[in-house]
């Protein structure tokens, strides 16, 4: 059974450092992308980026590049998302998502449980 | 950036009841557009990927349909299960695009 499991709830302050994880298991972990997906708290889905851990090919939204940063340990089957800086405006569920795998389907057919990101002082 | 948009943003239905939902593209996108359902505090699912190729395990009463820049979204009997939020997404152009969301209510 594919499973991407994502770390816990976090509670941050401004200015302060995250990074947070999705682990995938149940298929093999290097030859599927994952994206990641912001909520924002009552509003939809938004497409970040996404990361190929074959190789760590990473390709970001305009608008996050540079305010997050997306990586991957592929030897624990792991991809993250990361801030320097946190702002309150970057309170929000955050979701990894497996992309299907094939040509010209960048949809995602798993996503993990989501991790919460509140930031606040 | 290709926009999408849904209509209606939410409807309120019976189960039982034929639903359709409409999402569409800024340009056209061929039929690279999936379909998710959320509900509430949970994850968005997979439904429907290429407009019309059903996800496996989705039951068959949903059904997707359309190319270039329009599109549907099908609920043919609707079921207890199924009162959740809908979004589209294009696949054709990065960046990856969702739609406003669909909210189906009892």
């Known amino acids: 059974e594919v499973q991407l499991v994502q770390s816990r709830t976090e509670v941050k302050k401004p200015g302060e450092s995250l990074k947070i994880s999705c682990k995938g298991s149940g298929y093999t972990f290097t030859t599927y992308w994952i994206g990641w997906v912001r909520q924002m708290p009552g509003k939809g889905l938004e497409w970040m980026g996404i990361?190929?851990?074959?190789?760590?090919?990473?390709r970001y939204r305009p608008s996050f590049q540079g305010q997050v940063t997306i990586s991957v340990d592929k030897s624990i089957s792991t991809a993250y998302l990361q801030w320097s800086s946190l702002k309150a405006s970057d309170t929000a569920m955050y979701y990894c998502?497996?992309?299907?795998?094939?040509?010209?389907?960048?949809?995602?057919?798993?996503w993990g449980q989501g991790t919460l990101v509140t930031v606040s002082s | 950036d290709i926009q999408m948009s849904q209509s209606p943003s939410s409807l309120s239905a019976s189960v039982g009841d034929r639903v359709t939902i409409t999402c569409r593209a800024s340009?056209?996108?061929?039929?690279?557009l999936a379909w998710y359902q959320q509900k509430p505090e949970k994850a968005p699912k997979s439904l429907i990927y290429a407009a019309s190729s059903l996800q496996s395990g989705v039951p068959s009463r949903f059904s997707g349909s359309g190319s270039g820049t329009d599109f549907t979204l099908t609920i043919s009997s609707l079921q207890p299960d199924d009162f959740a939020t809908y979004y589209c997404?294009?696949?054709?152009?990065?960046?990856?695009?969702f739609g406003g969301g669909t909210k189906v209510e009892i």
């Open positions: 340009q056209g996108i061929s039929s690279c």
């Open positions: 998502a497996r992309r299907a795998y094939g040509d010209y389907l960048d949809y995602f057919d798993s």
């Open positions: 997404q294009q696949y054709n152009t990065y960046p990856l695009t």
């Open positions: 990361i190929y851990p074959g190789d760590s090919d990473t």
